[in-house]
């Protein structure tokens, strides 16, 4: 296990809906995140292309979602995670993040792949909810046939029947043997997929455990859904947390870094 301060901590709303709500939610997590001196990287998406219904929100696109990203991260000296959807996206993407995200269900897209790693970003991978651990590996044969290149293998749940994911740990430890840091998404793990009539259902109730057992089982970091109000949220309402669930989270996360320091 690495130390305190290189713990990686990817944490934000699932979506941006308002410059606001981004800014208040990146605020909370810079002053939670270095009184614990984690390493800190805020994400947001501009746009959810992958939601179940045509009737869902999906954010306000990439052009305006990146102008408002880019003054978060200038405001408040913060990393910034995103996600792309097509390869045309990665070039301009790039210019603004610190880090380019491949969704889950687009895990094994080559072009879009290939064209994120020519963007030289570090790039945090989402296990595909219907892929082995084992298999991460030929995702990074794409990405090393264009340059070796910084990744986060980030797991989030093996599609178990319908309407249900399970996490295996052992999926953790076959990640790590690829030699980069994996990340458990500690959030979307607990999502039932399209369970709640066109909509993810889930059961937030379980956050907490699932992400100390990780951290005890040693992760090299987490990934969080956070949102000023979950239950008004536009996306992923139902595994969100608050701000006073994500601090909980953290002071228990600290506690288990030092036992293991």
Avoid at 33 to 40: A, C, G, R, V
Avoid at 68 to 80: C, F, G, M, P, S
Avoid at 214 to 224: I, P
Wanted: charged share 25%.
């Amino acid at each position: 296990m690495k130390d305190k301060k290189s713990f990686i901590f990817i944490a934000g709303p699932c979506v941006i809906e308002s410059e606001d709500i981004v800014k208040k939610t990146a605020v909370f997590l810079k002053e939670l995140t270095s009184k614990y001196e984690l390493d800190f990287i805020f994400k947001a998406s501009f746009d959810k292309a992958n939601r179940t219904s045509i009737k869902s929100f999906r954010g306000p696109g990439i052009e305006r979602g990146l102008k408002i990203l880019a003054r978060i991260k200038d405001e408040l000296k913060i990393k910034i995670l995103t996600d792309i959807h097509t390869p045309a996206q990665a070039e301009k993407v790039a210019e603004v993040v610190d880090v380019i995200q491949i969704p889950a269900f687009l895990c094994r897209q080559t072009d879009l792949i290939l064209a994120t790693a020519r963007t030289g970003k570090i790039i945090n991978i989402k296990k595909g909810q219907f892929i082995a651990p084992q298999d991460m590996k030929y995702i990074w044969e794409k990405i090393e046939s264009v340059g070796r290149r910084r990744v986060f293998l980030t797991e989030r749940g093996t599609f178990f029947g319908y309407h249900n994911l399970v996490v295996d740990f052992r999926s953790f430890a076959i990640m790590a043997r690829l030699g980069f840091p994996v990340i458990f998404d500690v959030t979307h793990s607990l999502q039932l997929p399209a369970a709640g009539a066109g909509i993810s259902g889930g059961e937030k109730e379980f956050a907490l455990p699932l992400a100390r057992a990780a951290v005890a089982f040693g992760v090299d970091g987490l990934f969080c859904e956070i949102h000023p109000q979950p239950e008004k949220a536009l996306s992923d309402s139902a595994t969100s947390l608050d701000f006073a669930q994500t601090e909980e989270l953290l002071k228990d996360v600290f506690s288990l870094l030092s036992l293991k320091s």
